[in-house]
């Protein structure tokens, strides 16, 4: 499953972590994200998830905000999840999974 792998403890659904995943994989990794969400209204939200301090949540409609809602359907029509959840999932779920692979605080290097 990649990324999610042990972090969430089985707690998802591997059509979420599938989601999740992807959506990290097809912005070229945990730099692509942070950086793609930096620029958004969410900056400062991002910039908790990559600290060692606490995350600061980010609800649905703010990632539906940050993404548009182009790149939320076609995140539900290829990982076959309906649009209603796209924006939730990744709003539950991104943050603890930028959180997990910067555990120093600091993203990993790009490869």
């Known amino acids: 499953m990649g990324l999610l792998d042990g972090i969430l403890g089985g707690a998802i659904g591997v059509e979420i972590a599938t989601l999740v995943n992807g959506y990290i994989e097809k912005h070229g990794g945990v730099q692509g994200v ?65 959180d997990k692979a910067t555990p120093d605080g600091k993203l990993p290097q790009q490869q």
């Open 34 to 98: 942070v950086a793609e969400l930096e620029k958004t209204a969410l900056g400062e939200k991002v910039k908790s998830w990559v600290s060692t301090g606490p995350n600061l949540p980010v609800s649905a409609e703010q990632i539906q905000q940050a993404l548009g809602s182009d790149k939320v359907k076609e995140l539900g029509a290829k990982f076959g999840i309906p649009v209603d959840k796209v924006s939730a999932a990744l709003a539950e779920y991104l943050p603890a999974a930028v």
